[in-house]
């Protein structure tokens, strides 16, 4: 039980009034993240990255995850009251959210899929709080051949569990490393890939790869679509939530279907969008209630939000106890660790324990202080839905490049922002995904790291990968889910042609 | 499982022309394969192999081997793809319409500091896309700026990119 105790001495560093303070400024600025199209998780933590570089390492990481968890909320607003989903893990809720606001069910809706957010996101916080720490006590016998076998495994499962198709997620995590090698090399000093340009010799830095792909593609494609938005109207008050929460209880099972769900595919890097529609579409094939999805029912708004919730937490586990992350936001999350000097990945619990145990406190009073900030102040965020989006887009789009410029105070970044901007549209346009990308961009040197060191201390020899038990079953476990769609597709084509041979 | 979004219950992607996915898919892995191959010949250049340890362009070299081998598969399946319209010509002149104020707003601030030239931006894009009245424009191009000024350089202490103006205000 000394964790615990740790939990304990997290809380008294999470609840000074600094901290509470900034909590409360996350959540909000988190809120208004999720509720702008353009501006999402990953983009709005990204631009606000620079602004921390100075704080100290905990009220930073404090911050900027409750940015994150406000921008979790907040996607739920505008799913419910506009049928926009302000974040992709919330198209899921807008099946059943927006019905009920065009029933005059706005408020319940919301309470509902605040309600399920906030149970989500505890059910990922109670799993860090016990697992994290066992998973970084073992990954602390890791050597760099081992290490490279998580990083692999974490490719491969991208690759093997993706929903999209294969050989682009393949370019996204190519691309993403040969950006990452960009610039010095910090081993052996050459100059890598910067093709005589001098603003490439610093490196291609993932932030300003993020608030490009992320935040001016976005706002592209948000102007595709013509600029205005027409809202249903929301009143929240005590007597709707308390309504809400004594119906809520029957949804246990769930409630329960959904954590599962999530915090299975936020610890695989399956991340909140897919787990929001795996919950959805469980809720659907299970409940008795299932028919009438679609049409306005709560349980359909509980679902995927509280399928999100937990994915969306439970990235965080693997970046805290790894040093690898399991989200895009999760992975700036973690670049921001590096900036503020703390090494990712298993001796962090050792020697960090105050900036851990404080972080894993702050996740459970963030959540706490999200869910009461976001119910009161709904109409607030719904009106900001209402300026009108050419005031809108200008201001994000300053935004973005103030980001850029911040980074690095080079000029040059924001050219950069603005190509990658470009890039991000087409992508996202053709279904490439934009995880993988960033992914392989923050983790790129520190895996060619562990590559390198792991074939130098065998001198060369690429039997390092699997000469003990344990990298062994990682690189097999990897090559497993690398695999698996192929088998899986092999299967079921099997299953399904042996009906069709027996009629 | 397929589920239905409601909003999207007119495919404008079927009824109006615009650019064709088969083309866009096959321009896009083309140039992913060109700068594949640029990866490579900067990596061969500098050495790919093995001297005492992997060298500089041993691990870019094997990434870009990959990425080329996955582009070609893009580019084969593309050449596949049913013919759709991945983007309409309206979509793509709104990209446009601000692609461009955005790309001289970036070039702008080179020259006249981030402030001045968001206020410009500021004001161009709510006279272009809103139905503002003159003063709303005025105030917001004047005042946003003024307030990310406050926020940035004396809040935060960062600076930004800034331009003759500011350099005349004693900045």
Request: proline letters at 5%; glycine letters at 10%.
């Amino acid at each position: 039980m000394e964790n615990f105790g740790y939990l304990l001495d997290g809380f008294q560093v999470a609840l000074t009034l600094h901290n509470v303070l900034f909590m409360l400024l996350g959540v909000l600025l988190g809120i208004v993240v999720g509720v702008l199209p353009g501006l999402g998780g990953p983009n709005g933590v990204a631009i606000l990255l620079p602004l921390t570089f100075s704080m100290d390492p905990t009220s930073a990481i404090i911050l900027l995850t409750s940015i994150y968890w406000g921008a979790l909320f907040g996607g739920a607003i505008t799913a419910v009251l506009f049928n926009i989903p302000g974040e992709p893990w919330s198209v899921a809720t807008t099946f059943d959210g927006y019905p009920m606001a065009q029933q005059g069910r706005a408020g319940e809706a919301l309470t509902a899929a605040f309600t399920a957010s906030f149970v989500g996101a505890i059910a990922g916080v109670v799993l860090i709080t016990f697992l994290a720490p066992l998973v970084a006590k073992f990954a602390l016998r890791f050597g760099p051949a081992e290490f490279f076998a998580v990083f692999f495994l974490t490719f491969c499962s991208f690759i093997g569990m993706g929903k999209e198709n294969k050989a682009k997620i393949i370019v996204s995590l190519a691309l993403g490393f040969i950006l990452a090698g960009v610039g010095i090399d910090t081993i052996s000093g050459d100059m890598r890939m910067t093709f005589g340009v001098t603003e490439l010799m610093s490196g291609i830095d993932f932030l300003v790869v993020v608030i490009g792909m992320f935040g001016i593609s976005e706002i592209l494609m948000t102007l595709e679509e013509g600029m205005s938005f027409k809202g249903k109207k929301a009143k929240i008050d005590l007597m709707v939530v308390l309504r809400t929460w004594a119906e809520l209880p029957r949804y246990f099972v769930t409630f329960v279907r959904s954590c599962i769900a999530g915090i299975w595919l936020g610890i695989s890097p399956g991340g909140a969008v897919a787990a929001s529609f795996m919950g959805y579409g469980l809720a659907k094939r299970f409940s008795s209630r299932g028919e009438r999805f679609g049409t306005g029912e709560m349980e359909g708004v509980v679902a995927p939000e509280t399928a999100a919730h937990a994915a969306g937490t439970t990235a965080l586990l693997p970046m805290l106890a790894l040093g690898i992350p399991g989200s895009a936001t999760a992975a700036v999350l973690l670049g921001g660790l590096m900036i503020w000097g703390l090494q990712p990945g298993p001796l962090l619990f050792v020697e960090q324990k105050e900036f851990v145990w404080g972080l894993i406190a702050s996740m459970y009073l963030g959540n706490i202080v999200g869910l009461v900030v976001v119910l009161s102040t709904v109409p607030l965020f719904a009106a900001i839905m209402r300026i009108p989006f050419a005031l809108i887009a200008p201001v994000i789009l300053m935004m973005c490049a103030i980001g850029a410029y911040t980074v690095a105070n080079a000029s040059f970044d924001i050219w950069l922002m603005l190509v990658f901007g470009v890039v991000g549209y087409v992508f996202k346009k053709l279904d490439y995904p934009l995880a993988p990308m960033v992914l392989a961009l923050v983790l790129g040197d520190r895996a060619e790291d562990a590559f390198r060191q792991a074939l130098i201390g065998s001198a060369g020899d690429l039997s390092v990968f699997w000469d003990n038990g344990l990298v062994t079953s990682l690189m097999a476990i990897s090559l497993a889910l690398l695999l698996w769609g192929p088998i899986a597709d092999g299967l079921s084509l099997l299953r399904t042609r042996r009906p069709a041979a027996a009629e | 499982m397929r589920l239905e979004w409601p909003m999207s219950s007119l495919d404008p992607y079927e009824t109006e022309p615009g650019l064709s996915r088969r083309a866009v898919e096959c321009v896009v892995a083309a140039l992913l394969g060109i700068l594949a191959v640029a990866v490579l010949w900067d990596s061969y250049e500098r050495g790919a192999g093995w001297s005492n340890g992997p060298q500089s362009g041993f691990f870019p070299a094997r990434m870009a081997w990959i990425l080329l081998a996955a582009a070609v598969v893009v580019f084969v399946q593309g050449l596949r793809a049913e013919s759709r319209v991945v983007v309409t010509w309206a979509q793509l002149k709104q990209v446009f319409s601000v692609l461009l104020p955005l790309t001289v707003y970036v070039f702008a601030i080179g020259y006249l500091g981030i402030y001045v030239a968001s206020a410009f931006f500021l004001a161009g894009f709510m006279i272009a896309f809103g139905s503002f009245r003159w003063w709303a424009i005025l105030a917001a191009s004047v005042l946003i700026p003024l307030v990310t000024f406050w926020v940035f350089e004396m809040q935060f202490e960062v600076p930004l990119p800034k331009g003759p103006l500011e350099a005349m205000l004693g900045f």
